[in-house]
């Protein structure tokens, strides 16, 4: 005999009876990406000033930070910012902050270079021309530098903030009950993983793909200008 197999209904009501759940993972989930964003922002600018220095122990020193962040996987180092840490620090760490912190490094790895590809585009002429004119480092950078190289920087940040979010997914490895873990865990509890996992991929692309349009506008804009 041949069993009769029940059609998948997609239930809503348990979407909206566990939503308060959804929002916790959510709130944990952008909280992750502010601080690792925090931290890659300042880290990152240090990294790069370090690198365009013309200090050959700086430029090195940056070259290996970036290098080693950018080759290592984020869950090799996700694993030993939580496990490895307490034991050398004897300091007790929570995983959302380990994992954040951890997050911050990779991401000042990557933004110290798109940091240096974006001043370095700018023509060197302009930048000659700045210091014949005895322009202060201070103005130079203000009213010549940034805002040239802010245009070219803009699509890349923007591309790798999108990325950033995704990949706070890989604290749900060390307990942080961030968007992704809260689904699997609601799913677990009610067997109802299609529901949950169909909502978080949705909330994901609400968040993420206004940031993709926007980082094409930008593109175009800044082609056609």
């Not at 933004?111 to 000659?128: C, V, W």
């Amino acid at each position: 005999q041949k069993k009769k197999v029940k059609n998948m209904d997609f239930q809503t009501n348990l979407i909206w009876s566990n939503f308060p759940f959804l929002i916790q993972g959510l709130w944990l989930t952008l909280s992750a990406t502010v601080v690792a964003l925090l931290i890659g922002i300042i880290q990152g600018g240090i990294f790069c000033y370090l690198k365009l220095s013309k200090n050959i122990f700086a430029y090195r020193l940056s070259s290996y930070y970036i290098t080693f962040f950018r080759t290592t996987p984020e869950m090799i180092l996700i694993f030993w910012g939580y496990f490895c840490i307490p034991l050398i620090t004897q300091q007790k760490i929570s995983g959302f902050w380990s994992g954040s912190i951890i997050l911050g490094f990779v991401t000042a790895a990557y933004l110290a270079e798109i940091f240096r590809a974006g001043i370095e585009a700018i023509p060197k002429g302009q930048i000659e021309a700045s210091f014949s004119l005895s322009i202060p480092i201070i103005p130079r950078w203000r009213f010549i530098i940034l805002p040239q190289a802010l245009k070219l920087m803009v699509p890349p940040l923007v591309n790798y903030f999108t990325e950033l979010i995704k990949n706070t997914t890989l604290l749900s490895a060390i307990g942080v009950a961030e968007l992704a873990l809260q689904a699997y865990l609601l799913g677990g509890q009610t067997y109802r993983y299609l529901e949950f996992l169909s909502a978080i991929a949705f909330i994901y692309f609400v968040i993420i793909f206004p940031f993709t349009l926007f980082s094409r506008r930008f593109e175009k804009i800044n082609e056609l200008n």
